[in-house]
Every structure is written in C-alpha cells, then in structure tokens.
Nanobody, 116 residues
Framework: QVQLVESGGGLVQAGGSLRLSCQAS????????MHWFRQAPGKEREFVAS????????YYADSVKGRFTISKDNAKNTVYLQMDTLNADDTAVYYC?????????WGQGTQVTVSL
C-alpha cells in the first residue's frame, strides 16, 4: 500500500526557510514523478514543484521559482522541498503526491505558516 508522509512544516518569520520532507513507501517509485502541492485557506490546491524519481526535468510553479528547491534521496525514498525567502503568500498546507496510472496518492499534509 502506497504511503506518503510529510514532515518539516511549522511557523517561520517572513524571509526565513524551512525544509519539508516526504517519505514514500509501499512500492517502487522509480518510474514515477513526485509532486509537491499546497493549499492555502479558502483557495484551491495548487502545484508547487515536481521531480522525476529516476532523474530528469524538474518543474516549479512561477510563484516559487528561485526560492524553492525540490530534491530527492533515492536510498531513503524521500523527496524534499527546500523553501527559502518565505513570504506570507507561502502560508498553506503542503502535500506530497504521486500518480500511479489512474490512481493519485496524497500524504496527510504539513502546515507551513509564515508570519510577518
């Protein structure tokens, strides 16, 4: 059974940094792409970044380019999201996601709150 567990969220001041982690388990993910999404209060869930597990092109939302960095550790089956120069607009619940064929799996999310 596929499981995604996010961690690393918290409260940070504007301009600060956080690193989120997504621990994946339950099967091999080597042929798939891992994604980070976020959902702010009252808004729809939006794409943040993605990375192919086997290597390849990385994508970022325009709103986070130059500030966020997605990476992975194959040995640990873990995907990271390094978030720098955070601002209030980055306040949201952050979710890890993988799509396996017709199925889409989500973690429980981790809250990131950026204070002014």
């Amino acid at each position: 059974q596929v499981q995604l567990v996010e961690s690393g969220g918290g409260l940070v001041q504007a301009g600060g940094s956080l690193r989120l982690s997504c621990q994946a388990s339950g099967r091999s993910f080597s042929m798939y792409t891992m994604h980070w999404f976020r959902q702010a209060p009252g808004k729809e869930r939006e794409f943040v970044a993605s990375i192919p597990w086997s290597g390849g092109r990385i994508y970022y939302a325009d709103s986070v380019k130059g500030r966020f960095t997605i990476s992975k550790d194959n040995a640990k089956n873990t995907v990271y999201l390094q978030m720098d120069t955070l601002n209030a607009d980055d306040t949201a619940v952050y979710y890890c996601n993988v799509r396996l064929g017709a199925s889409s799996y989500w973690g429980q999310g981790t809250q990131v709150t950026v204070s002014l």
